[in-house]
């Protein structure tokens, strides 16, 4: 199985302050057409899961461009340029190249300080 | 855009099985390339992919389940079930009904439905 790795695993940011979390993957997520299927999700107290990223760096419809995901391979980035309010909760990265099993991280909780 | 909408029992016992539906309703025809997974999370712990069922039908589950589920699909009405046999209270949690692409998997969830196994 593809072990994800996030980290920090809790993060504490001042309101307009940049954030970041990295996910490293156990093995790369390039898949044979070139493409690495790492997914970026934010789940708010109580809420479901949202899509944030898909395929590494592509924003989902109606995501605010604060949020840029970047990486390939076995290391990728979550950016946040500037933390808002919405922003808490945790964020978890998922991998969807190698399966069975899909993977996700561990989870990163931003909160604000 | 698809919604999906978890249905079935809140408690059930143990070494019994369950069974919940997902429920899909679209704005728009649904191509036919999409997974369709069930996830799930323990209270207060992370997410655990549980199976998937591809609109082909062909099935994928996670190995650490041992064989107790079983993912269906319903062309007739666009709905997707769950069933988790044997059940324990280390079964206990959320879970969500998701689809995405074949690509990347995941997309939209459903709400969750919380799923107690206690006598």
Not at chain 1, 28 to 46: A, K
Not at chain 1, 66 to 84: A, C, D, H, P, W
Not at chain 2, 36 to 62: A, C, D, K
Request: net charge neutral; aromatic share 10%.
């Amino acid at each position: 199985d593809v072990v994800m790795t996030q980290s920090p695993l809790s993060l504490p940011v001042t309101l307009g302050q940049p954030a970041s979390i990295s996910c490293r993957s156990s093995q790369s997520l390039v898949y044979s057409d070139g493409i690495s299927y790492l997914s970026w999700f934010h789940q708010r107290p109580g809420q479901s899961p949202r899509r944030l990223i898909h395929k590494a760096s592509n924003r989902d419809s109606g995501v605010p461009d604060r949020f840029s995901g970047s990486g390939s391979g076995t290391y990728f980035t979550l950016k946040i340029s500037r933390v808002e309010a919405e922003d808490v909760g945790i964020y978890y990265c998922m991998q969807g190249t190698h399966w069975p099993p899909i993977t996700f991280g561990q989870g990163t909780r931003l909160e604000i300080k | 855009q698809v919604q999906l909408q978890e249905s079935g029992p809140r408690l059930v016992k143990p070494s019994q099985t369950l069974s919940l539906t997902c429920t899909v309703s679209s704005d728009s025809f649904i191509s036919g390339d999409y997974c369709w997974s069930w996830v799930r999370q323990p209270p207060g712990r992370g997410l655990e992919w549980i199976g998937h069922i591809h609109e082909s039908g062909r099935t994928s589950y996670n190995s650490s389940l041992e064989g107790r589920v079983t993912v269906s699909f319903d062309a007739s009405t666009n709905d997707f079930s769950l069933i988790l046999t044997s059940l324990t209270a280390a079964d206990t949690g959320v879970y969500y009904c998701a689809t995405g692409d074949s690509g990347s998997k995941i997309g939209s969830w459903g709400q969750g439905t919380l799923v107690t196994v206690s006598s």
